[in-house]
């Protein structure tokens, strides 16, 4: 294995230059504007993935965006890593605050990444962390180092909720079996202390809309007299907390998990810096919900915000005008043991219940998904703690997100394993945000990190 770090010292521009023209592929999923582009990114995966030493790869047509499948089987009786990860990406907007060119990579230095990093949407999230297992395959095939089987199974919809890959794992159950997960879509606390995620939140995403008189109204000659959608549904979202910021919706907090105090005494151990929480996005204090820290609040508690809410009349100057219908898209994180479709249900029983009369509510239910915690004494994790504790020189610490991937709930369900979390990127590369970029120093010790898990995780089944 001493090899894997001079092997990437010799193909480090090309990894990276590999990896800047799968980005520039716009693979936003949410946008059917870009549908080709989708489409075309999946073909550019299945290509790396045979370049790399697959012998069987296959584009499999969903009735959404393609998954694409590979596998390398070097002996049926030796463990199977199945290796998971999206090429799809978010939406860029707002463009206009990109620095440079969302879909036109280029390397940058930052303060926290100074011996650079690529800017690109999909950079951390998750083409780069995708790609670190593509070429980390690449060296185990180039150097006759694979020790076991492996599957990748690349999907292009998890930004919008993976529907077409939970149709497809359902489907698939055989040719997906596998000894253990393997996913590099999460991060790690900083570039000098790895950490392996041990949970991730569930979601509920939902959008209400708020219908008043038929018409949009004189606010002149009607206000006063009848219920402005507006105002209703900022009251209405509102109430959902209250003043210690617990969320008001009868039965929401019945399932869930409460840590023990020596739980959250092991969880406080993890280095954190609030003032510099703060500084870096420009905050003079924190919020959230009372008898928790930050570190809580963002993790194992649940949560309800407001992605985006709209109505009525954000043109230029004034129309003196009420709205006809007002709009919201809210998310609740879940924690473990909350079932997303039961608080779906609670939130739309209770959202509709508070409606004051004068309007009407309609809340349209959009995708969800279950949470997730995994053991730190499993074979995967102690081989992944193995892996980062040789390239960085110190042990990860488990740490539990505040990020979904719900897939890997059903992944549980439907293949009976376990999903090991190697996450590589960090905070501060802005994923979902406009200036998204990933550290060279973090691709290259991610590809570095990936053999090594393997190499462990075999020996350990020993
Ligand atoms: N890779 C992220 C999730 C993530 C990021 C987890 C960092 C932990 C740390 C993933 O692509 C994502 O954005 N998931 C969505 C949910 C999905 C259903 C749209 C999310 O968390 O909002
Ligand atoms: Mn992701
Ligand atoms: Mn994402």
Redesign the pocket.
């Known amino acids: 294995m001493e090899n894997i770090k001079a092997y990437v010292q010799e193909h480090k521009d090309r990894f990276i230059n590999e990896l800047i023209e799968l980005l520039k592929i716009p693979s936003v999923s949410a946008d059917t504007a870009y549908s080709h582009d989708v489409f075309a990114t999946a073909d550019a995966v299945k290509a790396s993935l045979e370049k790399a030493g697959c012998d069987f790869v296959e584009i499999c047509d969903t009735p959404g965006y393609p998954i694409v499948y590979g596998e390398k089987i070097i002996d049926p009786n030796l463990p199977t890593v199945l290796v998971y990860g999206?090429y799809d990406v978010q939406p860029p907007d707002p463009v206009e605050l990109w620095t440079s060119p969302p879909f036109e990579p280029v390397i940058k230095k930052t303060e926290i990444h100074p011996e650079g990093a690529i800017f690109a949407r999909g950079a951390c999230?998750?083409k780069g962390q995708m790609y670190m297992h593509v070429k980390a395959l690449e060296y185990m095939v180039q150097s006759n180092t694979l020790p076991c089987n492996v599957k990748f199974m690349i999907e292009g919809e998890?930004?919008i909720?993976s529907k077409s890959l939970s149709w497809f794992v359902e489907r698939n159950q055989e040719k997906l079996k596998n000894d253990v997960i393997l996913i590099s879509?999460?991060?790690m606390i900083s570039n000098q202390q790895p950490s392996i995620?041990t949970g991730?939140r569930g979601?509920s995403y939902v959008e209400v809309e708020v219908t008043g008189p038929n018409r949009d109204l004189h606010s002149g000659l009607y206000g006063g007299a009848v219920a402005n959608p507006i105002n209703v549904l900022a009251k209405m979202i509102a109430s959902l907390h209250d003043e210690n910021n617990h969320i008001t919706i009868p039965g929401f907090y019945d399932n869930v998990e409460e840590l023990s105090l020596e739980e959250r005494a092991e969880m406080a151990k993890a280095p954190f810096n609030l003032e510099n929480y703060k500084k870096a996005i420009d905050l003079n204090d924190v919020y959230g919900e009372k008898g928790y820290v930050t570190n809580e609040r963002n993790s194992i508690r649940p949560t309800l915000d407001v992605n985006g809410i709209w109505g009525g009349y954000t043109g230029e100057g004034a129309k003196t005008v009420i709205a006809s219908k007002a709009f919201a898209k809210i998310s609740m994180r879940l924690v473990p043991n909350q079932d997303w479709e039961q608080i779906t249900e609670l939130f739309t029983k209770h959202f509709t219940s508070i409606a004051p009369a004068g309007v009407t509510v309609l809340v349209k239910p959009h995708?969800g998904?279950q949470g997730y915690v995994t053991p730190i004494d499993s074979i995967g994790y102690k081989a992944a703690n193995m892996a980062y504790t040789e390239t960085f020189g110190v042990p990860a610490i488990p740490v539990r997100?505040g990020?979904?991937?719900?897939i890997v709930a059903l992944f549980e369900k439907e293949l009976k394993s376990k999903t090991i979390l190697m996450?590589f990127?960090l905070d501060s590369d802005a994923?979902?945000s406009p200036n998204e970029h990933f550290g060279i120093f973090n691709y290259l010790k991610g590809i570095e990190t990936i053999p090594l898990f393997y190499k462990y995780f075999v020996e350990l089944t020993k």
């Open positions: 999206h999230d998750d998890e930004e909720g879509d999460t991060g995620t991730l979601l995708h998904g997100s990020g979904s991937i719900p996450g990127g994923i979902h």
